[in-house]
């Protein structure tokens, strides 16, 4: 299916995910429930408006019954994601309620939209290719090292000097340093489960890839904003979102992106651990 340069099917997709920010970054709950609710009622309007008019040829039997994914019940998926996290507050902590807010939010907000895609509306618009894309080349294992370069060189002056390591929780024993190392890492692997896999890959089936890409990227760099990644932050968050939605488009592999996300989260977990305790890991940052 040859997707249109423009459609205006990207506004009920704009209106979903601006939701993101009124949760997460102006913090106004009712506001994202009205964005949500406006953007699948614009999406239902304009799909029985299509229903309604003339065939379009992807919708065309004789052109092989090939027929346009709902609008509706994929917004409906990322809606439903995103409304389950903004049940609980992002702020970081690491006692065990919290921990296991998290666990339950986050991993709910991943499991709810494929199940009602799996089992409800029954197709697989929501998949999780950990073996996808082949052996990596050349410049995939570079990329890698890169990464590890990059956040050595950035992330240090980035938290220290704007001071958002306060942001995240002091973590002064082996045993909050062991929370946080568990904690970073599987809130980097549910990023790309959630802000690529479910947003990025349901947004694609409608839209070009430059368009999913910046919606994704809304998402993304929203959440991160609550997580604790202020400041000047978005400068960091917005081209490491539009990176792994390119990266993932280009390998179709979750496991790169993935691995790709906890280089970077591990390099943030060593900062952290750093800031909070002046003295320890000072030769291994310039900050």
């Given amino acids: ?98 921990m296991l807010r998290f666990t339950l939010a986050l991993g709910g907000a991943v499991a709810v939209p494929y199940v009602i895609s799996r089992w409800v509306y029954r197709d697989r618009a929501i998949r999780f290719p950990w073996r996808g894309g082949g052996r990596w080349s050349a410049f995939q294992w570079t990329w890698l090292v890169a990464v590890l370069g990059l956040g050595w060189l950035i992330l240090p002056f980035y938290f220290i000097t704007s001071g958002v390591y306060l942001n995240w929780p002091v973590v002064d024993t082996p045993e909050l340093i ?43 760099v929203s959440f991160l904003w609550e997580l604790g990644y202020k400041a000047w932050g978005p400068l960091l968050t917005i081209p490491f979102a539009l990176l792994q939605g390119f990266i993932f488009m280009k390998t179709r592999s979750l496991t790169y992106v993935v691995t790709v996300h906890l280089l970077f989260d591990a390099v943030v977990f060593l900062v952290l651990v750093h800031a909070h305790n002046p003295g320890v890991l000072d030769g291994l940052f310039l900050v």
């Fill in 178 to 220: 062991a929370r946080l190392f568990v904690g970073v890492g599987a809130v980097g692997i549910w990023d790309e489960l959630f802000f690529i896999c479910t947003c990025f890959a349901l947004l694609r089936r409608h839209f070009r890839f430059w368009q999913a890409n910046t919606l994704q990227a809304v998402v993304f």
């Fill in 1 to 98: 299916m040859t997707l249109p340069a423009w459609s205006w099917r990207l506004a009920p997709a704009l209106l979903v995910c601006l939701a993101a920010p009124a949760f997460f970054v102006a913090r106004i709950p009712w506001l994202g429930w009205v964005l949500l609710a406006g953007g699948l009622v614009v999406a239902w309007l304009i799909e029985r408006r299509d229903a309604d008019g003339p065939s379009a040829p992807d919708d065309d039997p004789a052109a092989g019954g090939i027929r346009r994914p709902s609008l509706v019940r994929d917004l409906s998926l990322i809606a439903v994601g995103l409304l389950i996290v903004s049940v609980i507050d992002l702020k970081a902590e690491l006692d065990n309620l919290s």
